[in-house]
Structure formats: C-alpha cells, structure tokens
C-alpha cells in the first residue's frame, strides 16, 4: 500500500505561483499513476489534474488547464503540481492521489492528507 504526503502549500497574492509536491512511501509511485484533486470550503471535491505512471499521458481540468503543470519524478517518488497565475477561486485543499489505472477525472483509493493553498485577492 502506498503513502503520501503533501507539501508545498500555503498563502500567496493572486497572480502569484506555488509549487506542491507529493512524497510516497510503502511502494514506487511507478506502479501508479498519480494525481491531484482539491477541496474549496463548502464544496466538492474536484479533480485538478492527474499523469500516467511514466509521464506520457497528462490531464488537466478546464478551470486550471494552462496555468497548472503536473509532473513526477518515479526515482524520487516524488509529484510535482506547479501552480501559476494563481487566483482566489484556486483556494482549497489540495490532495495528491494514486491509483492503479489512469482513469481521467476519476480519484483512485490512495489518499494524502492534503496542504492548504489560500490565495489572496
């Protein structure tokens, strides 16, 4: 079973950028492949983006496609979620996922814990 955690968050002026990442444990990332989902308050959950488990195949949500970049690192067990153009509507919590199949839009059963991203207007 595979273990993430988040980090990277935190507060930032809109138009400004953050960069995430998700470390794993308990297994290589490569048998994953891997995403990222967010939680603004009072909502659902939504999916952000999410790339196969060697990079070839990368999905975005309309509302960040263009500003967002997913990435990974399988030597480090490491994915990357770089954010710019930030705005408030880019508030949440944002949460890394795996799952055995690349399924767009669809979260896998894996969860990190998730890192807080607040950005001001």
């Known amino acids: 079973q595979v273990q993430l955690v988040e980090s990277g968050g935190g507060l930032v002026q809109a138009g400004g950028s953050l960069r995430l990442s998700c470390t794993a444990s308990?297994?290589?990332?490569?048998?994953?492949?891997m995403g990222w989902f967010r939680q603004a308050p009072g909502k659902e959950r939504e999916y952000v983006a999410q790339i196969s488990r060697y990079g070839s195949l990368k999905y975005y949500a309309d509302s960040v496609k263009g500003r967002f970049t997913i990435s990974r690192d399988n030597a480090k067990n490491t994915v990357h979620l770089q954010m710019n153009s930030l705005n408030p509507e880019d508030t949440a919590v944002y949460y890394c996922n795996a799952d055995l199949e690349l399924r767009r839009g669809v979260p896998g059963d894996y969860w990190g814990q998730g890192t807080q991203v607040t950005v001001s207007s």
């Open positions: 308990g297994r290589t990332i490569s048998n994953y492949a």
